[in-house]
């Protein structure tokens, strides 16, 4: 959440600085502001509103070599002018951009308040200027140090100041932040996104490394000073086109969601490529860093993601459980640390974050690895935090996904746990010759997945219908609950209409009271042991008048409901079928989000990577 840019070299920093926040708008977009260091000093533009909107206000003439700037998701404070980054101290000879929560912040603002310092914002970042402004440190370098000795919480943060007018520091503990190095001149981002179109040569911040960098260059060390940590680069291979800006584009979507919905059956067949064994039925995942032995000892596998992660990760124990017969479940990352965890040494622990930088999901994962558990992550963003601190993992290879609603990165985490699910059955009970039915049955899987978006405009039609609803249900059982709590995620975070998801075979123990005319069902219901009872299921439903859309196969008979709308799709495997039905829901939330007018991209109150508790 939250964007961080910074630019210094040869070129002027401003529109380098505004260029980069567009591409980060998607991290948050309540406000944005950029500060420039010149020789008259720190000029600081900030807004309220979009990246273009402080383009519309930036002075014309507003120079300067050296620069950081802002996209912002409130945390401290509503969205506001005063209340955008870059803050800055009293004599405005400091200039700070953060993402994160400084949880100290009250206390540090009384502080500053008794000593007589006139706090302009509401926000926690502002402290940090302060902070860095009273420090008698010699060099910018001690200045920061002095101030984050001072902070609890996390960061990821660029400070710039008038008296030294040749670097921007930065420093990590929680929060992305990224050096990109260049011909002379570097770049600062707390995502890859503003980085790619000038460099992919990177460095990964650490949690509690600082750095330095000027356009010759960049050093890091400890926060404390103590010690270099000597930090390397690496190459990214990344197509810089894939973050060009916002659609309408030349693919002729009108948003980044359509077209990643789009690209599903590309971005399915790359997560797969080079991945199935078709001789001995089984999974090629190298990644994972452990030996048939080791895998066979396994004895349990717990999932752990966010949001759409932790549904899919329910959709992924499900598999493993039922190839592998190994005990799996999922449960949600943010909550996970918090209860004091018992960390099992034959327990397989599963990461699963689109961004690699998910804070719950990282903080989960360093509580595993602190009482010495093994844990693998299944992320799309080569090099990010999660991906750094697993022991092995299955890189997703879903592309740049920009929309704040995740799709072909959630339909590759599917798919990675299918893989996974197949390795672990081959070492243990799963036959041969169901590792090659599988096998078959995610080679065919893109192509079905073309075939169901082939239906867009159906579904644009029934969307339209349902998103006249104030409330809906989703509903299925088994392997058809997970999909409907994602269904749900999906309609309400982008046409912000109430959608709630329950197993079908608890209706009657509660939910049921609330079906009316005026809320529609939208049922999963797959071709599988439990058809019948499903469809029973929805004679309930229909009995009490509520409407109902159900996404199914030909083969399910439907016959007795009136006026139920049908969403056929392809069958595969049975225990491929989920992510098929997954992908009608994601068309139903788009065309619903259209037709009331919404901003798909960025829905309201949301950003994308969640880096902040």
Not at 15 to 22: I, K, R, S
Request: with cysteine; aromatic share 4%; charged share 25%.
């Amino acid at each position: 959440m939250c964007g961080i840019v910074g630019y210094v070299g040869g070129q002027q920093a401003a529109p380098l600085l505004l260029e980069g926040l567009t591409r980060l708008e998607h991290r948050g977009y309540d406000s944005a502001g950029v500060a420039v260091l010149s020789g008259s000093g720190i000029r600081v533009a900030k807004r309220q509103g979009r990246v273009r909107d402080l383009a519309d206000r930036l002075p014309r003439r507003f120079g300067g070599k050296v620069g950081i700037g802002h996209t912002r998701w409130a945390t401290h404070g509503s969205a506001s002018d005063t209340n955008a980054h870059p803050h800055t101290d009293a004599s405005g000879d400091v200039a700070v951009v953060h993402n994160g929560i400084i949880d100290n912040a009250a206390e540090l603002r009384q502080r500053l308040t008794d000593d007589g310092v006139d706090l302009v914002s509401d926000t926690d970042t502002e402290v940090i200027a302060h902070l860095v402004a009273r420090s008698d440190g010699d060099t910018l370098e001690a200045r920061v140090s002095d101030a984050l000795a001072e902070i609890d919480g996390t960061y990821g943060l660029a400070v710039v100041h008038a008296s030294f007018p040749d670097r921007i520091v930065v420093a990590r503990n929680g929060s992305p932040l990224i050096i990109g190095v260049g011909e002379r001149e570097m770049h600062v981002a707390s995502d890859l996104a503003a980085l790619v179109r000038y460099t992919t040569t990177v460095a990964h911040l650490d949690d509690g490394e600082m750095a330095t960098v000027t356009a010759s260059g960049f050093t890091t060390y400890k926060q404390d000073l103590t010690s270099s940590t000597h930090k390397g680069t690496t190459t990214i291979d990344v197509d810089p086109d894939a973050y060009d800006a916002a659609p309408p584009d030349p693919w002729g979507h009108e948003s980044y969601m359509h077209k990643e919905i789009r690209e599903q059956p590309d971005a399915a067949e790359r997560v797969l490529r080079g991945r199935l064994d078709e001789r001995f039925g089984t999974a090629h995942l190298g990644g994972l860093n452990m030996d048939a032995r080791e895998t066979r000892a396994i004895r349990r596998v717990k999932v752990l993601g966010c949001g759409s992660a932790y549904y899919v990760g329910q959709m992924g124990a499900g598999l493993v459980e039922e190839l592998a017969r190994i005990p799996a479940d999922a449960e949600a990352a943010s909550e996970f640390r918090y209860r004091n965890p018992i960390i099992e040494p034959d327990t397989l622990y599963v990461a699963v974050s689109q961004s690699g930088e998910t804070i719950d999901t990282l903080l989960a994962v360093q509580e595993i690895r602190r009482k010495g558990g093994r844990v693998i992550g299944l992320v799309n963003v080569v090099g990010s935090a999660i991906a750094r601190e697993c022991d092995g993992g299955i890189y997703l290879h879903a592309g740049p996904e920009v929309a704040v609603a995740s799709t072909k990165a959630l339909t590759n985490m599917y798919l990675g746990f299918a893989l996974l699910a197949l390795q672990l059955g081959r070492v243990r009970d799963l036959s041969i010759a169901d590792g090659k039915r599988l096998i078959a049955g995610l080679t065919r899987l893109p192509d079905q997945i073309g075939e169901i978006l082939a239906g867009e405009d159906a579904l644009a039609g029934i969307a339209t219908r349902v998103a006249e609803a104030e409330s809906l249900f989703f509903v299925g059982r088994v392997r058809g609950f997970p999909v409907a709590r994602e269904g749900a995620q999906k309609f309400k975070e982008i046409s912000y209409r109430h959608a709630e998801a329950y197993q079908t075979s608890e209706l009657k123990h509660g939910p049921l009271a609330l079906i009316s005319p005026d809320v529609p069902t939208v049922a999963v219901v797959p071709h599988d042991e439990l058809t019948d009872r499903n469809v029973a299921a929805l004679h309930e439903i229909a009995a009490r008048g509520g409407p109902l859309v159900v996404a199914t196969h030909e083969d399910v008979d439907l016959s007795g409901l009136d006026g139920v709308v049908r969403i056929d799709v392809p069958r595969n495997e049975v225990e491929l079928d989920p992510i098929l039905l997954t992908l009608p829901l994601q068309l139903l939330a788009y065309h619903a989000a259209r037709h009331l007018g919404h901003d798909i991209d960025k829905p309201r109150n949301l950003a994308k990577s969640v880096t902040v508790e």
